[in-house]
């Protein structure tokens, strides 16, 4: 994580919310200790795309050989 001071941060605050929008963790000191963290959004995830990805895994069991929670959660499916 590169760090900038907050004397730098303020004048570079625009390039650095676009650094931290391409997935650069900056950290933002004062007086020479870490004060803050600029990292990059979450994405937006909607309920109707959770429920597509539920129904998708669903389907994708029935497909498949019967898997126990622990099996699915070991594959990262759940």
Known sequence: MRTV????A????????ERAS???????TRRGKLAAVIIPARK??????IFADIEEIRKSV?????LSIKEL????RV
């Open 10 to 17: 303020k004048q570079k605050l625009s390039e650095l919310v």
């Open 62 to 66: 029935k497909r498949s050989k019967r």
């Open 22 to 28: 391409e997935g650069e963790r900056i950290g933002i």
């Open 73 to 76: 959660i070991e594959e990262g």
């Open 44 to 49: 937006e995830v909607s309920v109707k795309d």
């Open 5 to 8: 001071g907050l004397f730098e």
